[in-house]
């Protein structure tokens, strides 16, 4: 068996913990098709001639809304890997006659409905969460629930094997099931390489590129960027009102920037979740009356739940240069056409997670993707040199 991480992942099908399974749930099959392809097209390069992976799953409901989980093949003694997207927002079903969106609890239920209907029968369980549920209520004050970290616990309880998500909020959630596999990965790597194929003049350089993180709480991501890139690293905190609650949370009141002079440079934001987009475009114009050069935002997530038209605005102005978001949650169609998105592929990363787990292969290089981004930078230089 060999693992090729410059190409392509060749399996040998004797060398699998147990046959593998993949169930795609309601609201996820765009991306399910593209990973079953990929492990397709890996397992015939191994000798093997499955034509797919998919297992065939529905959670259909009733007219009151009870819904119940139902496999329409055998999973009995198979590896079984579940992709579910709570983050669609753009499925629904019929509620008393009413078309109700569904909305992540939703999504959780029917994965859980899923879950049961393996009856304990699968070989190993294991949930692909790229949208982790209830991760931005990752911990509690007083008298708040903490619902990602019972979550995480029900998944234990019901036999998940292994949980695998994008980014995370916090990822020190996952101190709730210290005895489950829980890996949290990061879409640097693919950010890095779409961004260089849209806008191959950027210099990575201190001179003329610099990192810059849109709060306190997403340090770490965008100091991994300025540490693989080589280059600075600003942030902005966020001064709240803490005396009033508004949408859940404390109202922003100014975004305060610490760092080097920006002037003349081309930045890049990067964030876990694009929600509203309020506070990014906040940093971008407080940036651009520094005199920033292009400004850059990526957001592993990328909903926009108040539209789109602030940052058409933004674009217009020449306040932004491109935003970049992953296909690892529901992306509006409206969002895809337009000229200042950028769509990052995820399926084959994910492809490569659930085969080297189903072949007991260490997943290290795939969490840790830096010799990969300094291959990217390498040949990049040798292609302008």
């Keep these: 068996m060999s693992f090729k991480s410059s190409t392509d992942a060749i399996f040998d099908r004797g060398d699998r913990v147990a046959p593998l399974g993949l169930i795609v749930m309601n609201g996820a099959e765009e991306l399910g098709k593209e990973i079953n392809q990929y492990l397709v097209q890996w397992s015939r390069q191994g000798g093997g001639d499955e034509e797919t992976f998919l297992i065939e799953a529905e959670c259909p409901r009733f007219a009151t809304g009870d819904g119940k989980g139902l496999i329409k093949s055998t999973v009995r003694g198979s590896d079984l890997f579940i992709l579910t997207d709570v983050g669609n927002y753009n499925c ?73 998500t994008f980014d995370a909020h916090d990822p020190r959630v996952q101190n709730a099931v210290p005895l489950m596999g829980l890996d949290n990965m990061m879409p640097t790597y693919q950010v890095l390489k779409c961004l260089l194929h849209h806008y191959p003049d950027l210099q990575f350089d201190k001179d003329h590129f610099m990192i810059v993180s849109p709060d306190e709480g997403a340090m770490n991501r965008n100091m991994y960027y300025s540490s693989v890139l080589s280059v600075n690293l600003g942030m902005f905190y966020k001064r709240r009102d803490y005396s009033r609650i508004v949408n859940g949370g404390n109202p922003i009141v100014a975004h305060e920037y610490l760092g080097d002079s920006v002037e003349g440079k081309d930045i890049f ?29 990526a957001a592993t997530f990328a909903l926009f739940t108040h539209g789109l038209k602030a940052f058409d605005k933004a674009y217009e102005e020449g306040i932004i240069a491109g935003v970049f978001g992953t296909n690892l949650t529901y992306l509006m169609p409206e969002l895809r056409s337009r000229s200042w998105f950028h769509e990052v592929d995820m399926a084959k990363y994910i492809a490569y997670y659930v085969a080297s787990l189903n072949h007991d292969m260490s997943v290290g290089l795939i969490l840790d993707p830096h010799k990969k981004i300094d291959k990217l930078l390498q040949n990049r230089d040798i292609q302008q040199g």
């Design 269 to 297: 934001i990067a964030d876990d979740i694009l929600s509203s987009g309020e506070s990014v475009l906040d940093i971008v114009y407080e940036l651009k009356k520094r005199k920033a050069n292009r400004i850059f935002a």
């Design 92 to 164: 629904s079903y019929k509620l008393f006659g009413y078309e109700n969106h569904m909305s992540p609890d939703d999504h959780y239920q029917d994965l859980k409905r899923l879950i049961q209907a393996a009856e304990g029968k699968a070989h190993r369980i294991n949930v692909i969460m790229p949208l982790l549920y209830g991760g931005r209520q990752h911990r509690r004050n007083y008298r708040e629930s903490l619902d990602c970290a019972v979550m995480l616990q029900e998944m234990r309880h019901m036999g998940v094997s292994n949980l695998v």
